[in-house]
C-alpha cells in the first residue's frame, strides 16, 4: 500500500538551482497538499489544491509554485533555490472535500539543502 | 500569525503515566481537528480527529477533548509508553468549502521507562 510517494528523499541544491519535488497518491484522493517542516515552526502549508485543476496559496507560497498535473500528481517547484529554502517538505492528500471531516495522509518526507 | 498553536515545545513523563498535549486556535471557523505523531526521518501519521460538534472523542489510550469557548483542544495518554516518544502536532480545518489544514509548531513528548 504505497499511499503518497514523494520523490527524491535527498537533494542538495547550489543557490539559484532549480528543482521540481514529485509526489503523487493512489488512494484516489480529491486534495493535495505541500508543506515544510522547520524547527520551531512546525509544518507550514506552501500550496494546495482542493481538486484537479486547482491550486491555492498556503501560508508560506513565496517562491514556489505548483502543478497539479492529474487527480493523482502534484509537484512543487523551486525555480530560483535559496538558502532559506532549506527544509524537509512533505506532501500529503485528502479525501473529499466539503464533507464533514477527513483525514490528510502524509508522504515519507523529501530533505532539501540548499547551498 | 499563527492561528493553531502548542505553547509547550517538549513533555517529559514516566511510563504509565498521563501525557496531556495542549493546542490553541484563533480561527471560530475551524470545525475539525487532528491529531497527528511523528517520529524523526518519517511522515506524520494520524492518531485522532475530532468535529466541533463534539466535546469528547477516545481511540484505545488516545483521547481529544475540545472546549469551543476556550478555543482549546487537548491530546490525553494514557497509560504513557516509551513508544509514544515522538514529536505531537494538532492541526485544524474548515470543512465548507476548500479542504486548508493549518498544523501548530509541535510538542515533543518523551516518555521516560
Known amino acids: 500500500n504505497a499511499g503518497v510517494t514523494q520523490t527524491p528523499k535527498f537533494q542538495v541544491l547550489k543557490t539559484g538551482q532549480s528543482m521540481t519535488l514529485q509526489c503523487a497518491q493512489d488512494m484516489n484522493h480529491n486534495s493535495m497538499y505541500w508543506y515544510r517542516q522547520d524547527p520551531g515552526m512546525g509544518l507550514r502549508l506552501i500550496y494546495y489544491?482542493?481538486?484537479?485543476?486547482?491550486?491555492d496559496k498556503g501560508e508560506v507560497p513565496n517562491g514556489y509554485n505548483v502543478s497539479r498535473l492529474n487527480k493523482r500528481e502534484f509537484s512543487l517547484r523551486l525555480e530560483s533555490a535559496a538558502p532559506s529554502q532549506t527544509s524537509v517538505y512533505f506532501c500529503?492528500?485528502?479525501?473529499?472535500?466539503?464533507?464533514?471531516?477527513?483525514?490528510?495522509?502524509f508522504g515519507e518526507g523529501s530533505w532539501l539543502t540548499v547551498v | 500569525d499563527q492561528q493553531v498553536k502548542q505553547n509547550s515545545p517538549s513533555l517529559s513523563v514516566q511510563e504509565g503515566r498521563i501525557s496531556i498535549l495542549n493546542c490553541d486556535y484563533t480561527?471560530?471557523?475551524?470545525?475539525?481537528f487532528l491529531w497527528y505523531k511523528k517520529y524523526p526521518a518519517e511522515g506524520p501519521t494520524f492518531l485522532i480527529s475530532i468535529s466541533s460538534i463534539k466535546d469528547k472523542n477516545e481511540d484505545g489510550r488516545f483521547t481529544v477533548f475540545l472546549n469551543k469557548s476556550a478555543k482549546h483542544l487537548s491530546l490525553h495518554i494514557v497509560p504513557s509508553q516509551p513508544g509514544d516518544s515522538a514529536v505531537y502536532f494538532c492541526?485544524?480545518?474548515?470543512?465548507?468549502?476548500?479542504?486548508?489544514?493549518?498544523f501548530g509548531t509541535g510538542t515533543r513528548l518523551k516518555v521516560l521507562a
Open positions: 489544491s482542493a481538486s484537479e485543476g486547482t491550486t
Open positions: 500529503a492528500s485528502s479525501g473529499l472535500t466539503g464533507s464533514s471531516g477527513n483525514t490528510i495522509y
Open positions: 492541526a485544524a480545518s474548515v470543512t465548507s468549502g476548500t479542504y486548508k489544514y493549518i
Open positions: 480561527n471560530s471557523m475551524f470545525d475539525y
